[in-house]
């Protein structure tokens, strides 16, 4: 039987630059036998009606001149047409968006940091199970070929995990930026901890936290941060973070994560490409008994394995250990799709069937956890925020 595709129709809670890449993507051809594809019907922006057509003829919105344009994003969770919402704002933003958003029944995606802290977290995703919806941060990473396939065959075949080291430094920064830019500025929640550590954690996570129900959550034990000043005030850059699992029978570490970030570090800040500048050096290094995985830069966007065994069915007629790059490259755009397939998929499944589902939040128990992650970094290293903006 012929499988039929399912339109996901998608509303967007400001146009922003990541919000331009999220469309082209989800926007890409795809085959006729894809069971989903992807449509904007409606969008929020405080840029006005004229912007926002300009953007989505620009983006090449095949049906632009249909799309609904709100001028406030309460305005399009009350009548707006679409099966999930893409919010892409600001990181102190996220939680009162996603907040409305659930609680006028939509189906969100929420862009990473989800939130500003934990119990926020907690609460998006309470709300969510509540009002029987489906919630996700995306955290698209977590989705792409190469971070399933670490996942389902070669963690399964390294030993134990000894240590990782993951580092996301983007010179993003500059002293010619624009202060109001939410990278630089404070209240809009700039930082590279929250900006960029959350991917590096990702790693640590996907690595240190296998599903396995009785494994203890390795847990920060130092944080130190190095601030860079814009002119205005101070942001966090210089990351530095330590996470310890202990082994329940000796309290000794058995796994360590070793985090960093920066937004000022590793370079000319002048490339505008700067994610796709070729770097030396792994941006992940996983240290297992049996081999060790590096993933070139930039950590957001695995698409090769370098795997070295160490075992001595994988040594070369010379003894050396055996080293194997295994190419998996986001199939098409940047990737950002991915993860949207993921909540299409799930609203889908769930309107195919009769009864009310109780609420969804996909990757609940990994976003918690690196969420805790952030949290304690922060306490220890002493990134503030304005509190109005952690209330929950
Ligand atoms: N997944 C990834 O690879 C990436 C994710 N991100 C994440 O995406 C989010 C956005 O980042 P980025 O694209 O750089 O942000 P931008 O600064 O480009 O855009 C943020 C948008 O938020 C909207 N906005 C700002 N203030 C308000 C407000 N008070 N009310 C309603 N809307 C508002 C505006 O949209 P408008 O003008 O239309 O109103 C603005 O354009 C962040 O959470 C960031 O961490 C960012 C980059 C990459
Ligand atoms: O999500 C992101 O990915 C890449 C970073 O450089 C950027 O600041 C961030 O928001």
Known sequence: ?????????????????????????????????????????????????ERAHKWLAERKVPNSQDVAVFATFEEMLKSGDFDVIYISTPHPLHYPHALAAL????????????????????????????????????????????TLFLQQHIMPQIGPIRRVFADLSVPIASKDMDLTSRLLDKEAGAGAWLDMGIYCLAWADVVLNPDNENKKIPKVVFADSIPYYTGKEDVDDINTVVISGKSESSGQSSAIAIVTTSLTLAGSNKSADRLAVKKVGPSVKIEAENAQVCIPFPLIRPQELHVEWYGSEHLDEKGDAKAEVIKLPVERGWGLWYQADVIAKAVRDRKSENDQKPGLAIGEEESLRVMQWLDDARELAGIKYDPASEAV
């Not at 795809?30 to 840029?47: A, E, K, L, N, Q």
């Open 103 to 146: 609680n006028h029944k939509r189906n969100v995606l929420l862009e990473k940091p989800a939130t500003m802290n934990r119990p926020q977290l907690e609460r998006l995703i309470q709300v969510s199970k509540e009002q029987g919806v489906v919630f996700m941060e995306a955290m698209w990473t977590r989705y792409l070929p190469a």
């Open 1 to 49: 039987m012929a499988q039929t595709t399912t339109p996901c129709r998608w509303a967007l809670l400001g146009l922003s630059s990541i919000a331009q890449t999220f469309v082209d993507d989800i926007l890409l051809p795809r085959d006729s036998s894809d069971p989903i594809s992807h449509i904007v019907t409606s969008v929020s922006t405080t840029g006005g009606q």
